[in-house]
């Protein structure tokens, strides 16, 4: 035992004690300044960790940016507030609508080929599908269906079915469909979708407030995600801090401008108390209101058009507003909305509306890319609402609205507003080639052109091919 130790072990019994509990902690008030924490390296500069390498996503599925539902939630919540308070956002959510939905679709029914559909029976199958349209307003629930599944990245149709087998169409909210308390142990039911055990992408049932709808009652359309995903990504989802800061820039810049612009003059005195410069501040004013709430006074002078100022010995009179310069800030907001539409997939015109460095002709061309990305989303849709007429169709002829082969006879085409700039000469001189070597019917030409068939037809006093 040192002295030291033997001294105060003499002296006081709990000396000892003390002195090795100091050491203890000298000991690991080392060891924390050198410590380093290995999982700092897994995070984020906001925070949020890293997805560990090689962990698999739910059901397999590559790249999901989600987990559970409130995962989903929150990610759905951020993207509806873009949706509702972010300028470009909802431009970009309108752009998506008038391209893909426009003036609306078009649905012909027809014969199937091969099959003795009578032409009474397609004039039925016709008044069915024209009837849902109507009572549904189908051209406004497409812009919703666009918009849904844009901003929630799915949407949810539920078909309700009247006796007389009529139709319905009704949406369900997204934070609806959700596993109930007795099912969360289920992996097949997971995210509110009943699913076959071994494929996921057999739909079996929803479960919606907590109750059971089957799969033949609901048409599920998500979007951004892989097929074995259960629920859709919105839209702006990887560019919602882009939009977040393109607002906040653009409204920085405007509150920059604004305070710069306010103030007219700065004079600036090189001597004198504050007494002296109050009272010339006085002298020199053309008006002055005092606050009754604070008692103090603001003074105000008039500078008229082509006012010269007269400067005393020793004051420096300076413009905020000469200054400004806002180009520079412009450039950032321009980078920040080209990597936004960089992945809508549209021209940078069509999100932030200034077509001063585009040109729409040269941009809506067959080969673009906005061209051959708004038609694959139109056919997509387009498959989806066709699923739906045959919905409709089975409906009526369960009920005996329609022949019992109406659904096998009689076949429904779909036709989308062009998206190309259009040459009406040269589309004229293409359908007539095509009229006259048998490869399209008038009704299809008519359809394509925006015009109603049978109607045109009538009002030629029924003659047409």
Not at 136 to 160: P, S, Y
Not at 211 to 233: E, F, P, Y
């Amino acid at each position: 035992m040192d002295p030291e130790s033997r001294t105060c072990a003499e002296t006081e019994p709990d000396c000892r004690l003390g002195r090795l509990e100091r050491r203890l902690l000298e000991a690991f008030d080392d060891l924390w300044d050198d410590f380093v924490d290995p999982a700092d390296a897994l995070y984020d500069a906001d925070g949020r960790r890293w997805s560990p390498v090689g962990a698999s996503a739910p059901l397999g599925a590559a790249g999901v940016a989600f987990t559970t539902e409130q995962q989903l939630h929150e990610i759905r919540m951020q993207c509806r507030a873009l949706a509702v308070g972010n300028e470009f956002a909802i431009n970009g959510h309108e752009n998506r609508i008038s391209y893909i939905v426009g003036s609306g679709h078009s649905y012909r029914a027809t014969a199937r080929p091969g099959q003795a559909a009578s032409p009474e029976l397609v004039r039925d199958v016709q008044e069915v599908l024209d009837r849902f349209l109507e009572q549904n307003q189908w051209h406004r629930r497409q812009q919703e269906i666009v918009r849904r599944r844009d901003r929630d990245g799915e949407a949810f149709l539920r078909f309700f079915v009247a006796p007389d087998g009529t139709v319905r169409v009704r949406f369900v909210e997204p934070d609806q469909v959700s596993t109930p308390p007795d099912r969360v142990d289920d992996p097949a039911a997971g995210f509110g979708i009943q699913t076959d055990r071994d494929d996921v992408e057999t739909v079996h049932g929803y479960y919606v407030d907590g109750q059971w709808v089957d799969a033949a009652s609901i048409q599920h359309r998500k979007g951004n995600v892989d097929a074995n995903v259960k629920r859709g990504l919105p839209l702006f989802y990887p560019v919602r801090k882009n939009l977040r800061r393109a607002e906040k820039l653009l409204r920085n810049m405007s509150v920059v401008a604004e305070i710069q612009s306010a103030i007219a003059i700065i004079r600036k005195h090189a001597a004198g108390t504050r007494g002296t410069i109050e009272q010339f501040v006085a002298n020199q004013a053309d008006a002055a209101v005092t606050n009754r709430a604070t008692g103090r006074t603001s003074h105000f002078r008039r500078y008229a058009p082509g006012t010269i100022v007269d400067a005393f010995a020793g004051t420096d009179y300076q413009f905020p507003a000469a200054g400004l310069d806002a180009g520079r800030y412009v450039t950032v907001l321009q980078a920040e909305l080209r990597a936004i539409a960089s992945r809508l997939v549209m021209p940078e015109f069509m999100l932030t509306s200034d077509a001063s460095n585009a040109n729409y002709a040269s941009t809506m061309v067959a080969e673009g890319p906005a061209v051959k990305m708004f038609q694959r989303l139109q056919r997509d849709m387009i498959e989806q609402d066709l699923e739906v007429m045959r919905r409709v169709i089975a409906a009526a002829a369960q009920s005996g609205r329609l022949a019992a082969d109406a659904r096998t006879a009689v076949a429904i085409e779909a036709v989308a507003p062009t998206l190309a700039v259009r040459d009406r000469l040269k589309e004229a001189q293409a359908d007539q080639i095509l009229l006259r070597n048998r490869a399209m019917s008038a009704q299809t030409m008519a359809l394509r052109h925006g015009l109603d068939p049978d109607r045109e037809r009538e009002l030629m006093g029924g003659s047409g091919t």
